[in-house]
């Protein structure tokens, strides 16, 4: 793999291009400066002086006044924009080969790797399953499905971004993890979604279509906008395993065939014949010449019949009844059984018993006692019930095989055109298969009752815990829940009202419940002793509530109520996160049914989130202008666009004032590209647990520019390597110096920090910890410390290793928060002996704190900490003195032979990180030397700064007078004001002491620079009087 030489950066630009029609802050350039630094003097000069003046305003305390959010917005400039356009097929593996770009771009960075990750299958539990630092452990989660009403707005991604940290955290730790994606049909906001377009675009009120074409409609409308939910969750980087995708309106269509139909089913190598009526012969036990002929639609069927039944006033079977019958297949035994549910005037007025394939079948059963034989598997094919000659063979494949058995052994007795209804699968097409399930209804008190008791006892644990009084409160007091709504978008209630009794007169309508029209009617005609094919019924036309489709999603995203492999491996839920305002809505829901319709909790542990609002507290709403869309913040967007945006939606006129407004106001010249792993990072970084999060566009311009920061470091490192650098293995390690043992030491608390963060779901001390150490401590620190090491010739071979060690681990730290960066960082680092150790980051191991333990060493750290306040001393003297450009001399002196030690140990830090020239040490007791300032490090130790030669007294005198003029302004005007109380007065009293304490800096430093003047008097001047 190329990399980029210490010396002489100058890149070609190879499959880069700034994207036209952007406007540009600046010229794409790939510039350096010799000696590895990536920026030239005068930009660094600019930086510190930057620096400089932060640090006096942190100094006096002074606190930039609170800017409003137009005024953030302009803080912001347009930033070169470099897109990847190296050919790639989609899936296809991204270019690493090239140098990296000067600068970070998030279309860049972001470009192909999602693609490729999905169609590696890396979100898949079964490739986890195969990663050589598997666990054997499973992580399973199931997102909150969003409705399908619109885009994602800000709060989704929220949601998205903290459980795909975690979700990648458990995947990268070996892991087996199921994430599932889906969304919600949202029935009463679809409905009105779909309502208000028709009459905006068509002037079509819903009662002018007919019910099957205004659900056309709905259908047709949530294809649009299912594809653009699920588009932002790819733009967020969400790593779902998009193969169980599912939606809470997947149900079973009824096919009606009006006889022989052939259908190409999914996994069938054929065509497969239905409608029609198979006649079969069941020999009589003990009578050669006998036999009952059965018909089914369902030959496959036939390994799991377990009798057959008659009519008992069947006068064609009285001489039979208590007989045995010979199964056609087996031979084995049957029953001929007796049972007032058969109708007589049907085929032969004979059926065959399969109570594991058959919901009657199964009641039927029931009632004699028999015992069900499952012979048809969750795939589809045949079980080990049926036999080596049909055992594993699809069920269809295994349909034909049965029946030439059948002609084979002469109990085939034809086939005839069978008008039947079919159920087909609405999602996946293929036939349902039915198999033996518990039957299920809501009782509220119940279920209620063990929701309260599951929080109560420990089994299910809400975190943050306050939201447990709320809970209690509420299954406390739940009364019966009313599941009906009047629309026709949803799960249509599946109720008859049987006409006829009602128009009799009777004094309740007659109701009947079936979850088809036919098993309705055999109900109705059971109660009602009239023959079915007289009754009249009606369904009902409401549909059930939508959280009552939704509070069945972690289960039935799993293949519920069929017993399938995922719902076996990843059922319960190993953890829910969702929003706090869910947690009564959704969560309560979830739990009543789980338990109820599972027999287990669907979870066992609940992560709630507060809620996000914009920079001013406000709850983000449409009719506000402040949802935001994650894409605009992802990639930028311009004020018009928003405001398009806004007048394409469904608005009223009223709300599209207000809302449009709001905007101009909020962001007057739009958006800016912040990038996804820069908008994940900040959304990952607030308290998610606690108070509500305030989330600003400039927060995630901030970490933006973080994201850069990182960037940048890599391309030092990298620069640093260089082509012919082989990374060590990682026991091999050996820091050559105090600085290689502190940055060693750093990474390895910052894993684990990262660790607990994880474990605690607690991700803002990951995000912290992650922040400070690539800002803080590598780049700030370390990076500066080792640039003059490793311009030492000959070139010391440890601090290359470490800088390869920290990049590595630290990406792999980075990646559940950082996605696309860290991939495109880390794919770029030189590969270790014997290959890479995974394809992907997504899928290396992260790194424990176990692990790394060895290299922490929490008193080397106190020890440098004081040494970098040694360091905040000497810069605060530079500043104080306006040193830009000189690098004076330092000495350090303490009383203190043990701090005078450590001031020993790092002294070459100190020079460099001070920006300063030779630091040395001062013996105790030894007078420094004429012509250097003084400050002191602490009680017992002082530093002394070179400053004859450096400092012109009678130009920087002015200078200090004129900031002391300045400050005391402001501090009379904060004197001047009355007092405040509480949080204000505190304030202020801070402010005014931070005031005080920078005019005693400025007048210490205006006395010794007299002194100096007076002392070293330069050419031409008169001494002080």
């Not at 088809?516 to 007289?534: F, I």
């Not at 779901?761 to 400070?772: D, N, P």
């Not at 000959?794 to 590595?808: I, Y």
Request: charged share 25%; proline share 8%.
């Amino acid at each position: 793999m190329p990399h980029l030489p210490l010396t002489s950066f100058r890149p070609p630009l190879w499959g880069l291009r700034p994207s036209r029609g952007l406007p540009r802050s600046r010229p794409l350039s790939t510039q350096s400066e010799p000696n590895g630094s990536a920026i030239s003097r005068r930009n660094r000069e600019a930086k510190q002086k930057r620096l400089r003046e932060k640090q006096a305003s942190l100094e006096a305390g002074i606190a930039p006044k609170s800017k409003s959010p137009a005024e953030s917005s302009k803080a912001w400039t347009p930033k070169e924009r470099v897109l990847y356009e190296i050919p790639t097929e989609h899936g296809e593996k991204k270019d690493v080969s090239r140098p990296l770009p000067p600068a970070y771009s998030p279309q860049y960075v972001e470009a192909a790797w999602y693609p490729w990750w999905v169609r590696e299958g890396f979100f898949k539990p079964e490739y986890q399953a195969r990663l050589p630092q598997a666990t054997g452990e499973t992580f399973s989660m199931c997102i909150p499905p969003p409705n399908v009403t619109g885009s994602l707005h800000i709060g989704h991604a929220l949601t998205v971004a903290i459980q795909d940290a975690l979700v990648r955290w458990h995947r990268m730790r070996g892991d087996r993890v199921l994430w599932v994606p889906g969304s919600d049909h949202a029935g009463i906001a679809t409905q009105a979604v779909v309502e208000k377009q028709l009459w905006k675009e068509r002037g079509v009120r819903r009662h002018e279509l007919s019910r099957e074409d205004f659900l056309r409609e709905v259908w047709k409308w949530k294809e649009e906008k299912g594809g653009e939910i699920c588009e932002q969750l790819r733009a967020l980087g969400a790593s779902l395993d998009w193969d169980r995708e599912c939606f809470t309106m997947d149900t079973v269509e009824s096919r009606p065939l009006p006889g022989r139909t052939e259908l190409q089913l999914p996994g069938c190598p054929t065509p497969v014949s239905f409608g029609l009526l198979f006649s079969v012969a069941f020999p009589v036990d003990g009578e050669p010449d006998a036999e009952v002929v059965v018909g089914t639609t369902r030959p496959e069927t036939l390994p799991g019949d377990v009798a057959v039944a008659v009519h008992p006033d069947d006068s064609r079977y009285t001489h039979l009844h208590g007989r045995q019958l010979c199964h056609p297949l087996t031979g084995q035994l049957l029953p001929l059984i007796t049972d007032c549910t058969v109708q007589p005037h049907l085929g032969t007025g004979a059926v065959k018993v399969t109570p594991a394939h058959s919901p009657a079948d199964a009641e039927l059963g029931a009632r004699h006692g028999l015992s069900p034989r499952s012979v048809i598997a969750e795939d589809g094919t045949m079980t080990a019930l049926c036999e080596d000659w049909l055992q594993g063979l699809h069920r269809f494949v295994a349909r034909e095989k049965i029946l030439s058995a059948l002609r084979e052994r002469g109990l085939f007795r034809g086939l005839q055109n069978h008008p039947m209804v079919l159920p087909i699968c609405s999602r996946s097409g293929d036939v349902v298969e039915y198999l033996l399930k518990s039957q299920w209804f809501v009782r509220c008190r119940e279920m209620g009752e063990r929701a309260a008791k599951a929080v109560e006892s420990g089994a299910l644990d809400l975190s943050p815990s306050f939201h447990q009084k709320n809970w209690q409160h509420w299954f406390s007091h739940i009364g019966d829940w009313c599941v009906s709504r009047q629309l026709w978008w949803g799960h249509r209630i599946p109720a008859y009202l049987v006409v006829e009794e009602h128009a009799k007169g009777e004094t309740e309508d007659f109701w009947v419940v079936g979850r088809t029209e036919a098993e309705a009617r055999e109900v109705a005609a059971e109660l009602t002793g009239r023959p079915g094919a007289e009754l009249t019924l009606e369904r009902d036309p409401d549909v059930l509530d939508t959280w009552f489709s939704s509070a069945l999603f972690p289960f039935s995203a799993l293949g519920w109520p069929r017993e399938t492999p995922d719902l076996a491996r990843f059922y319960p839920l190993s953890l829910l996160e969702t929003g706090s305002d869910l947690l009564l809505f959704w969560v309560g829901r979830m739990v009543m049914l789980g338990t109820q319709l599972t027999g287990q909790l669907p979870f066992s542990k609940v992560l709630l989130h507060s809620m996000v609002r914009d920079r001013q507290g406000r709850k983000m709403s449409k009719s506000l202008g402040n949802v935001l869309d994650p894409r605009d913040i992802i990639s930028g967007v311009e004020l018009q666009v928003l405001q398009d945006n806004l007048r394409d939606g469904n608005l009223d006129p009223a709300e599209l004032a207000i809302a449009a407004s709001a905007q101009r106001k909020d962001f007057p010249h739009g958006i800016p590209e912040c990038g996804t792993d820069a908008l994940r990072f900040t959304l990952c970084s607030h308290g998610a647990l606690g108070g509500d999060l305030h989330l600003s566009v400039s927060e995630v311009l901030s970490f933006r520019h973080f994201c850069n920061k990182i960037w940048n470091a890599l391309r030092f490192i990298l620069n640093a390597l260089g082509e012919e650098f082989i990374p060590q293995p990682a026991e091999e390690l050996s820091p050559a110096s105090r600085m290689d043992t502190w940055i060693l030491s750093c990474l390895a608390r910052t894993a684990q920090d990262c660790e607990r963060g994880f474990l605690t779901r607690e991700l803002s001390l990951v995000t912290h910890a992650l922040h400070h150490f690539w800002l803080h401590n590598l780049c700030d620190v370390y990076l500066e410390a080792v640039k003059p090491v490793l311009s030492h010739s000959p070139r010391p071979l440890e601090p290359p290793q470490v800088l390869f060690f920290c990049a590595d681990v630290g990406l792999r730290l980075l990646a559940p928060l950082m996605p696309f960066l860290a991939e495109e960082l880390w794919q770029r680092l030189p590969p270790r002996p014997g290959g890479p150790s995974a394809p992907s980051i997504c899928v290396a191991p992260y790194p424990s704190a176990r692990s790394l333990e060895h290299w922490h060493q929490p008193e080397l750290e106190r020890r440098f900490s004081r040494v970098q306040e040694s360091v905040q001393v000497l810069r605060a003297l530079r500043a104080t003195y306006q040193l830009t450009k000189a690098r004076p001399r330092v000495l350090l002196q303490s009383s203190e032979p043990g701090e005078q030690g450590l001031f020993e140990a790092f002294l070459e830090p100190l020079g460099i990180l001070g920006y300063c020239g030779a630091v040395g040490l001062l013996p105790p007791g030894a007078a420094a030397p004429s012509g250097w300032v003084q400050a002191a490090l602490s009680d017992t130790s002082q530093a002394y700064m070179e400053l004859q030669g450096l400092v012109d007294p009678q130009t920087h005198l002015p200078r200090l007078a004129a900031r002391r003029h300045k400050l005391q302004k402001q501090l009379d005007g904060l004197l001047a004001r009355p007092p405040s109380e509480g949080q204000a007065e505190t304030q202020r009293q801070q402010r005014l002491s931070s005031l005080q304490l920078e005019l005693s800096k400025l007048d210490k430093a205006a006395s010794h620079l007299q002194q100096l003047m007076d002392d070293f008097p330069s050419p031409g001047s008169s001494p002080s009087p």
